[in-house]
């Protein structure tokens, strides 16, 4: 079973990364599960693949209940910051970091019920039993997750667009253009930045336009984050923040930004800079 263990780790940890959020606790996630497979009686399990997932999920579903209660923490996306055509139809297929936002702000049931199954197509007959929960109220709880997920910004656009709206929301940044940065910004747009939130264009304008000076100086590069257009920059060979957007009707409808520094840290391994 150890061998179906490694054999399934990517699947596993893409799991355990959509029900935490967070890369370093997704490994803690693997590495809590391999110690129960290591130890468990796997004799009579018919799907190890599946088997694998229920194991992942209960620990994943035992770390959220853990958690205190705390401040606002931006999740960890996954960043690709290669340009080959290839990576890019690969990058579809991630996560945006407004979903995570999103799966944060949902209770632990939820979460697993939405995620194992509309994720990872886990049947609810087999995800009730993590919960104590019949099929059907497990379904319900799907249900209600969905909703909220739905209801986040997401893109209509194909990625070539999103990156050109990207650009000229960086070419405005630069000018100090306000009117522009106004134009390439939906009404409603919203901006979070850690527990930060700013809504509606010309007040989110107004915040971006003091990014004058440090995009003047930065080193920026484009990158796909969870799956969307954006960029990261750097200064003085220092990660300095990432920033991903969400393009709808060729404006953007959502700009998130993680400047931490213990998290932009932790994403420098998962980076390819550019030169």
Not at 48 to 68: F, K, S
Not at 150 to 179: C, H, I, M, T, Y
Not at 241 to 264: C, N, P, Y
Request: aromatic share 6%; hydrophobic share 45%.
């Amino acid at each position: 079973m150890i061998a179906q263990f490694e054999q399934e780790r990517p699947r596993l940890r893409a799991i355990a990364h959509r029900m935490l959020g967070s890369f370093a606790e997704a490994d803690d996630a693997l590495q809590e599960a391999w110690l129960r497979v290591e130890r468990a009686d796997t004799s009579e399990v018919e799907n190890p693949a599946a088997w694998l997932t229920t194991v992942v999920g209960r620990v994943c579903l035992n770390m959220l209940r853990d958690r205190r209660e705390h401040a606002f923490e931006m999740p960890d996306p996954v960043i690709d910051t290669r340009e080959e055509p290839e990576q890019q139809a690969v990058a579809k297929d991630e996560v945006g970091l407004a979903m995570l936002i999103v799966l944060d702000t949902l209770k632990p049931d939820e979460r697993l019920a939405f995620v194992l199954h509309d994720m990872f197509a886990v049947p609810f007959d087999d995800i009730a039993p993590l919960i104590d929960k019949t099929p059907t109220a497990t379904r319900q709880l799907a249900s209600r997750a969905r909703k909220r997920v739905q209801d986040r910004p997401q893109p209509n656009v194909d990625l070539p667009k999103q990156r050109e709206v990207v650009q000229a929301f960086l070419k405005a940044s630069k000018e100090g253009d306000l009117e522009g940065l106004v134009s390439v910004l939906h009404p409603d747009v919203v901006l979070r930045a850690g527990a930060l939130e700013v809504i509606g264009g010309r007040t989110v304008a107004g915040r971006a336009s003091t990014f004058r000076k440090f995009a003047t100086t930065a080193e920026v590069q484009f990158a796909l984050i969870g799956g969307e257009a954006g960029f990261v920059s750097w200064v003085d060979g220092v990660l300095f923040s990432v920033m991903a957007f969400t393009v709808r009707d060729g404006q953007i409808a959502a700009i998130h930004v993680i400047q931490d520094k213990e998290q932009l840290a932790a994403l420098v391994p998962r980076l390819t800079r550019k030169g």
